[in-house]
């Protein structure tokens, strides 16, 4: 998650929205992102796609059925869906997204037994790093 | 839709499940796309994602308020939720999808009040050509 906090300073110095992931394949970083809707200006940008999109070209292949995504934020509904479209084995999230997030705060989409596969949920790790990132990130923006 | 029908026999083509999409601005179509998921290797590479990230290219914005996604079929969840985070304004389909679409068959997840975009829903164009395309696309893959 250190990895994925990092990542996330770069969309923080870039205006974006501080939220990194980093995708794991037998311990091993496969690939790295960060959000970057605003600097892209691209709907799709996220952290997690980018992820994705990275690890799918490293490994040649669209399953993820090995992997494992590290996020500093709860997934939005899009980004969940590309965890399930991509058969990620495990999520693990550093701090909930009381707004946005599809994974617990708004609906427990993942686990709502109507998707063609099931992905391990973890979340807690880095969520204090994470959270300070993103309120120092707001509280500039409202300044 | 026609456009969107056109795209989707590319797919076809390509080996990938046949679903095309356009989007459209003032009448105008500004993006092409269809699924490039198998021949991209690739597990973001849905008609609708591909389009979108075309339309915020040319827009230079993504923000897709003023825009029309017409597609011909029932978006999943990762494309429904990016419908969300472009806030295109309308999503036309052709047909339903009842085993991934999270749009009506699965969920309304675009209609359940808990997001912060609305999205005017049309279906119905289209339907039959779609589901043509659809099924002769699955028989031959089972032959």
């Not at 997934?75 to 999230?93: D, E, F, H, N, V």
Request: proline share 1%.
């Amino acid at each position: 998650m250190n990895e994925a906090l990092k990542e996330a300073k770069k969309s923080y110095k870039n205006g974006d929205v501080p939220v990194g992931a980093i995708i794991v394949k037998n311990n091993k970083i496969i690939a790295k992102a960060h959000n970057e809707k605003e600097k892209k200006r691209n709907a799709i940008k996220h952290a997690e796609i980018i992820a994705i999109e990275k690890a799918c070209k490293k490994l040649k292949s669209w399953h993820l059925e090995e992997c494992e995504l590290y996020v500093t934020l709860e997934p939005c509904l899009m980004c969940a869906g590309a965890l399930l479209q991509s058969r990620i084995k495990t999520l693990i999230y550093a701090t909930e997204n009381e707004k946005f997030g599809y994974v617990k705060s708004i609906e427990s989409i993942l686990n709502n037994g109507k998707n063609n596969h099931k992905i391990k949920i973890i979340s807690g790790i880095g969520r204090e790093e994470s959270q300070y990132l993103l309120k120092e990130f707001f509280k500039e923006k409202r300044n």
